[in-house]
Every structure is written in C-alpha cells, then in structure tokens.
C-alpha cells in the first residue's frame, strides 16, 4: 500500500522479482486483496468489502490493461565456428540489443577467450558483428555472426571462448546478460603446419675452395 486514504483509490506498488513472469498480470483469485492489520472503511465507518472483480471482467487488471511481465534472463543457446576460423555464429534464447530495447549488438558488447595450448597462433580477436547474410544488425537478432581474426595457422589445439561483456547485452525487458554466459569451448580447426628449414646444404661437391670461388 502506498496511498489513497480518504478518497476513492488507492495505490500500492508492486517490485518485479526474478522469477516473476506473465503474458498479461492479473490477480490471482478476486480475494487476493487481504488486510494487513489495517482496515478500510467509508466516511461513515463501514468496512468495504475486499472482493475484486471477475477475472474476466472488463474492470479485472487483466482485462483493462495489457502488463507483460519477463525476467528470463538471455541466454547464449548454442555456437558453431565457420570456415577457415574465420568467424563464430551465436544463437540466443531470446532477441538480443545493446541497449535496453534497442540498439545493435557492437564487438565491445562481447569478449573473445583465447588459449594458445602450445599452437601456432598467437591471439585471436573480434573484428566485427553482422547477420549471416553480412548484413548489419539492427537490435533484437537471436542469431549473429562474429567474425574473428586469427593470428598464424591454427595447429587444431588452440582454444576461443566468446562471452557478454558485463551489464552490455539485454533483452527487450531490460533484462541483462549475466558475464558467466558463454559460448562452449571452441577448437580452432587446423589449417596445415607452418613451413620451416628442414636442411641447409651447398650444390657443389666437398672440397677446398679459396678466394673468388662461388658456393651455391
């Protein structure tokens, strides 16, 4: 209960909790209201009856308004790494902004894990967001498409992980992304062995050679 005494509404609030969802918020029974140890009464002393409407009455809270309540979390669902390393596609649970209800996913909305695990490449970084198609995102996707930049052939060990950026990615609600979601643990595909000096030898045969004498 917040206010309203002596006139003819009153207000309370009411605190979304986790946990907390409904396509269209109603009271549960028309005898949900329930006193706290208070009363209410008209000017004259009697007590107000404490049923509310029908659920299906046009004066019921679901019916003269439309309050969608959503506290699922976004989740990353599943990710598949693409040719040549060279990008991540990422699909959510759920449309995805980087704003709250608006605005496109941008790379520092997400970090890039990387793990050398003895290979050939170096490091590993995100380059840019788009659809899968290479357009570029709008707000509200489930699926993208990271492309990625890879220093040296991978040698099939090396490891990348991609996860929210703190606080930077939300749904349409407002609800955030928690920073433990991630993408499962992605190997790099192995692109071939680097080449390296295997032998370092002259054409001509042994011998002694002095001054102006060519060795090939």
């Known amino acids: 209960y917040v206010s309203g005494s002596g006139t003819t509404v009153?207000?309370?609030?009411?605190?979304?909790q986790l946990g907390d969802n409904s396509s269209d918020l109603e009271y549960l029974a028309t005898t949900s209201l329930a006193l706290n140890g208070g009363a209410i009464k008209d000017s004259t002393f009697n007590n107000a009856s404490l049923v509310l409407p029908a659920l299906s009455n046009t004066s019921s809270l679901g019916v003269n308004k439309n309050i969608v309540i959503d506290t699922t979390l976004p989740k990353i669902a599943s990710s598949?790494?693409?040719?040549n390393n060279s990008f991540v596609d990422i699909i959510f649970s759920e449309p995805v902004y980087s704003k709250v209800g608006s605005g496109p996913l941008v790379p520092s909305d997400l970090q890039l894990i990387f793990a050398a695990n003895a290979g050939n490449v170096s490091g590993a970084s995100i380059l840019s967001l788009e659809t899968t198609s290479g357009a570029p995102l709008v707000g509200g996707e489930t699926l993208i498409r990271i492309k990625i930049?890879?220093?040296?052939?991978?040698?099939?060990?090396?490891?990348?992980?991609?996860?929210?950026?703190?606080?930077?990615?939300?749904?349409?609600?407002?609800n955030t992304m928690l920073n433990s979601e991630s993408t499962s643990v992605i190997t790099l595909v192995s692109q071939g062995t680097l080449p390296v000096i295997s032998k370092v030898y002259v054409v001509e045969p042994d011998g002694l050679y002095g001054i102006g004498k060519q060795l090939t």
Do not use: H, Q, W
């Open 10 to 16: 009153i207000f309370f609030t009411y605190t979304i």
């Open 80 to 83: 598949s790494l693409g040719t």
């Open 149 to 174: 930049k890879v220093v040296g052939l991978a040698s099939g060990v090396e490891t990348i992980i991609i996860r929210p950026t703190i606080n930077n990615i939300y749904d349409i609600a407002g």
